[in-house]
């Protein structure tokens, strides 16, 4: 959106994903004077590539679904699946306000569509809807309370005096311009796009693709970095499983997780080389470890029949009619037609039918179809189905410490006055797993939180 900057505002946030967007609107709701500002031409960021799922416990669609769920358990979900390398000031921070933002959101018309079981829930609590209107509801809102957003405009440094960020220089159609600010929020997203922040970080990410928002490179990271600001969580750098790998229309870079519905997933040897129902980033680690970094994802028409067009991971006939899967009347054809070792995969396959026939133990751990949600099946029902299946960094969910307000600190342990981060960009929360719907969770959450902190903050700054 066009339009002159403003010298000074209240409050200005910085990234137009929903992160961005819930900062803004919650700041105005407040009473601060906001812009916005974005860098890309268009706002989204990565909220608008993502499967668009959010994870909320005690929702009016899980009361409809008959799905029994609570704070507590969303609580222990997100730990364990953290493996409880997670900040537990933050994830009582998200279940406590979880509930509130879930009705906020909805009162502006968000509406979610059919419930999901996904990774690391113990019940179905995936919440998909359309992200790209749930933005354009938070900002004609946000503009109706006067928020200025202004997309074309980087951030191109932080600018502090005496101690606190008073604003930042901005760049706008080459033309640099400082903004002072009470507060600034940082919900820039993360770096899944910079290979060198990669490689410095995450070198076992050599052999994943790279997707996610265009604008997602770290320079909001950076800025911070300049100021002292301390970063947490950047070992735990993973790739989503289930991409295709190989260039094709069909793949807007989510991938499927036919595996979550009862698919197996093999490597090239016709081998499972995983439990399948573990958390996607798990399965992305351990597919990073077979041959070339890929593996297929096999599955029948069962589970092509549990395809949900309104979830893009979920989207098995959009494949099939795509042409990315490989169809074929028996395994055997298929592990053909797909290059695996016919014999080892046709053996894999009945030897997986045989124990849950028999009731046995999998040989891999696995007990249920995602996390501790479905029963499996055994894979019988023609014609069989292979997705070629590589790991992608869609984000880093790593990133800047900060507290209970939100407030961005320092090295030492200290908050950096005036300074706030919201989304992709905020580390500590995920810990050393990631369960899903727990991204577009925090944006919207620690988004809403970071801007009624700033606006608070800025009210005491004179001016």
Same mark, same amino acid.
Not at 117 to 123: E, L, P
Not at 277 to 300: E, H, I, T
Not at 303 to 317: Q, T
């Given at each position: 959106m066009s339009g002159s900057i403003p010298p000074q505002v209240d409050v200005l946030v910085v990234g137009g994903g929903l992160a961005g967007h819930a900062a803004a609107l919650a700041a105005a709701e407040d009473g601060a004077v906001v812009l916005q500002v974005e860098k890309q031409p268009v706002t989204g960021g990565s909220t608008v590539l993502s499967a668009g799922l959010s994870a909320f416990a005690g929702t009016d669609e899980q009361a409809e679904a008959g799905v029994q769920d609570s704070v507590t358990l969303l609580h222990d979900d997100i730990l364990a699946t953290g493996f409880h390398k997670n900040?537990?000031?933050?994830?009582?921070?998200?279940? =406590?306000?979880?509930?509130?933002?879930?009705?906020?959101?909805?009162?502006?018309?968000?509406?979610?569509?059919?419930?999901?079981?996904?990774?690391?829930? =113990?019940?179905?609590? =995936?919440?998909?809807?359309?992200?790209?209107?749930?933005?354009?509801?938070?900002?004609?809102?946000?503009?109706?309370?006067?928020v200025q957003l202004r997309t074309g405009v980087r951030?191109?440094?932080?600018?502090?005096?005496? +101690?606190?960020?008073?604003?930042?220089?901005?760049?706008?159609? +080459?033309?640099?311009?400082?903004?002072?600010?009470?507060?600034?929020?940082?919900?820039?997203?993360?770096?899944?796009?910079?290979?060198?922040?990669?490689?410095?970080?995450?070198?076992?990410?050599?052999?994943?693709?790279?997707?996610?928002?265009?604008?997602?490179?770290?320079?909001?990271?950076r800025m911070a970095w300049q100021l002292g600001a301390d970063v947490i969580d950047t070992p735990f750098i993973k790739g989503t499983y289930g991409i295709y790998p190989l260039p094709h229309d069909g793949e807007h870079g989510t991938g499927i997780h036919a595996i979550y519905k009862g698919g197996i997933a093999v490597n090239v040897h016709g081998k499972r080389f995983v439990d399948e129902s573990l958390p996607y980033k798990v399965v992305g680690d351990a597919n990073l470890a077979q041959p070339d970094g890929r593996s297929v994802q096999l599955f029948d028409s069962r589970v092509l029949r549990a395809s949900d067009a309104a979830v893009p991971i979920f989207d098995f006939e959009g494949r099939r009619d795509s042409g990315i899967l490989v169809e074929a009347d028996t395994v055997e054809e298929l592990a053909a037609a797909m290059g695996l070792d016919v014999a080892a995969t046709a053996a894999t396959v009945a030897e997986y039918n045989r124990r849950i026939r028999a009731g046995e133990h999998d040989e891999l751990g696995r007990v249920h179809l995602s996390g501790g949600v479905g029963e499996i099946f055994p894979l019988v029902e023609p014609p069989f189905y292979g997705h070629l299946s590589g790991t992608v960094v869609l984000a880093t969910y790593c990133g800047l410490v900060v507290d209970r307000a939100l407030r961005v600190h320092d090295v030492l342990g200290d908050p950096i006055d005036g300074l706030y981060a919201a989304g992709e960009i905020v580390g500590g929360f995920h810990g050393a797993g990631y369960m899903t719907g727990t991204s577009i969770g925090k944006a919207g959450i620690f988004g809403r939180l970071a801007g009624r902190s700033a606006a608070a903050a800025a009210s005491g700054v004179p001016r």
């Amino acid at each position: 959106m066009s339009g002159s900057i403003p010298p000074q505002v209240d409050v200005l946030v910085v990234g137009g994903g929903l992160a961005g967007h819930a900062a803004a609107l919650a700041a105005a709701e407040d009473g601060a004077v906001v812009l916005q500002v974005e860098k890309q031409p268009v706002t989204g960021g990565s909220t608008v590539l993502s499967a668009g799922l959010s994870a909320f416990a005690g929702t009016d669609e899980q009361a409809e679904a008959g799905v029994q769920d609570s704070v507590t358990l969303l609580h222990d979900d997100i730990l364990a699946t953290g493996f409880h390398k997670n900040d537990p000031r933050l994830v009582d921070l998200y279940c =406590s306000h979880q509930a509130e933002t879930y009705r906020w959101l909805k009162a502006l018309g968000v509406r979610y569509g059919n419930l999901h079981a996904a990774a690391g829930q =113990s019940v179905p609590r =995936s919440h998909p809807t359309d992200t790209r209107r749930m933005l354009d509801l938070l900002a004609s809102r946000a503009a109706e309370l006067g928020v200025q957003l202004r997309t074309g405009v980087r951030a191109q440094h932080l600018v502090r005096e005496h +101690g606190r960020v008073v604003g930042a220089v901005l760049e706008a159609s +080459g033309t640099a311009v400082e903004v002072r600010a009470g507060s600034t929020v940082l919900a820039s997203g993360g770096f899944a796009r910079d290979r060198a922040l990669l490689d410095k970080f995450a070198p076992q990410m050599a052999l994943a693709l790279q997707a996610g928002g265009a604008g997602n490179v770290g320079d909001g990271l950076r800025m911070a970095w300049q100021l002292g600001a301390d970063v947490i969580d950047t070992p735990f750098i993973k790739g989503t499983y289930g991409i295709y790998p190989l260039p094709h229309d069909g793949e807007h870079g989510t991938g499927i997780h036919a595996i979550y519905k009862g698919g197996i997933a093999v490597n090239v040897h016709g081998k499972r080389f995983v439990d399948e129902s573990l958390p996607y980033k798990v399965v992305g680690d351990a597919n990073l470890a077979q041959p070339d970094g890929r593996s297929v994802q096999l599955f029948d028409s069962r589970v092509l029949r549990a395809s949900d067009a309104a979830v893009p991971i979920f989207d098995f006939e959009g494949r099939r009619d795509s042409g990315i899967l490989v169809e074929a009347d028996t395994v055997e054809e298929l592990a053909a037609a797909m290059g695996l070792d016919v014999a080892a995969t046709a053996a894999t396959v009945a030897e997986y039918n045989r124990r849950i026939r028999a009731g046995e133990h999998d040989e891999l751990g696995r007990v249920h179809l995602s996390g501790g949600v479905g029963e499996i099946f055994p894979l019988v029902e023609p014609p069989f189905y292979g997705h070629l299946s590589g790991t992608v960094v869609l984000a880093t969910y790593c990133g800047l410490v900060v507290d209970r307000a939100l407030r961005v600190h320092d090295v030492l342990g200290d908050p950096i006055d005036g300074l706030y981060a919201a989304g992709e960009i905020v580390g500590g929360f995920h810990g050393a797993g990631y369960m899903t719907g727990t991204s577009i969770g925090k944006a919207g959450i620690f988004g809403r939180l970071a801007g009624r902190s700033a606006a608070a903050a800025a009210s005491g700054v004179p001016r």
